[in-house]
């Protein structure tokens, strides 16, 4: 069995402090779960460049780390015979393309799986209709496949929340925000997690603050902790954070998320609580399509039904992961994975974003790389 020694989180401790005092962001959770139990919670830092300090219940955006939520809520309604993986979209939603059109070919599993051929479209850059569902549907509806449906992996960064969300309502007769919550959130205790802030929620979501590569947010004197960036500013306003945005907007904890892959390691069951069959785990966190050169990220990337497959080099899941590992990155170093073999469940959340990716993927990688050596020893 697992477990982290005092002289394993004095260790952990060490790498998450390193990475705030050299000023890659203000702040930052980490949270580790060891066979259904929280074992790690650190927090430090500040909500922002004039924020207050950061404790575990400070909340995040979570930006994609929402998508799994989502796509476990769709998991769900496929188990109770509301849908089969396999069914194109428009036996579901039939508005969704014309019979006759290649759209029209598109399947659950495709959605899931980021291989629809609908990664982008003009919808992406309309931050002001976001909080409108009905012209996500309409967008959804009226556009065009850029890849042949099943042929590209292609990562859908908002799309893949649009349909997913849809297909949730269409199901279940609720809105994305409301069965994620009822279904997915409020059974596990995910009590700091949300799509979206509610409508009587108050606003406490940490500050994202941009930044160029190697820009350090200690160094008053390069003029830094200001939004550098236009993804740091769009989610910094209110009308985003209280819009339903499945593939993008989460706020939560670090806690909340580890806790959740805790589950989901340990077969969909954490505390008597079921969130999924263990057949469905074992489906949702399989690899389903791999690529070289993912159609949007432009490198390597494998797709389960929902979440991220690990085992590639240099990926976020870190140099020692395997295949059977699965999870979720999110912009800003917020990264969430789970362990089956060794029953972890992990989760990095930070306020700070930076240009280039592979900066994230290089700090994450460390505490993930942290994290496993400590059960290697």
Known sequence: MAKLTDGDRERLRAAFDRQLDVGLHHGAQLAVYVDGD?????????TGPDGGETTAETRHLLFSCTKPYAGVGLHQLIERGEADYDDPVVDHWPEFADESEEKAEITIRQVLSHTAGIPYGEFDEAADQWGDWDAVVAA?????????????????????G????????????QHVDEYVAENVFEPLGMDDTGIGLGPE??????????????DRCRDPEEGLGIPASESA????????????IPAANGVGTARDMARFYACVANGGELDGTRLLEESTVEEATRTHAETESDGTLSRPARYGLGFWTGGLANDMFGSLSRERMFGHAG??????????????????VTNGIREESWEHAARVAGLSD????????
């Open 38 to 46: 929280l074992a790690v919670e650190f927090a430090g830092g500040t």
């Open 140 to 160: 959804m509806e009226e556009i065009e496949p850029v890849f042949d449906p099943g042929e590209t992996p292609a990562y859908h960064t908002f799309n893949y």
């Open 162 to 173: 649009w349909l997913v969300g849809e297909l949730i309502r269409r199901l279940s007769g």
């Open 201 to 214: 929620e108050e606003d406490d979501v940490a500050t994202l603050t941009g930044f160029e590569v190697f």
């Open 233 to 244: 500013e769009a989610f910094n306003a209110e009308a985003v954070r209280r819009a339903v």
């Open 331 to 348: 912009l800003g170093s917020v990264f969430g994975w789970g362990d089956p073999e060794l029953g972890v469940g992990f989760a990095y």
């Open 370 to 377: 942290a994290v496993r050596l400590a059960f290697a020893e």
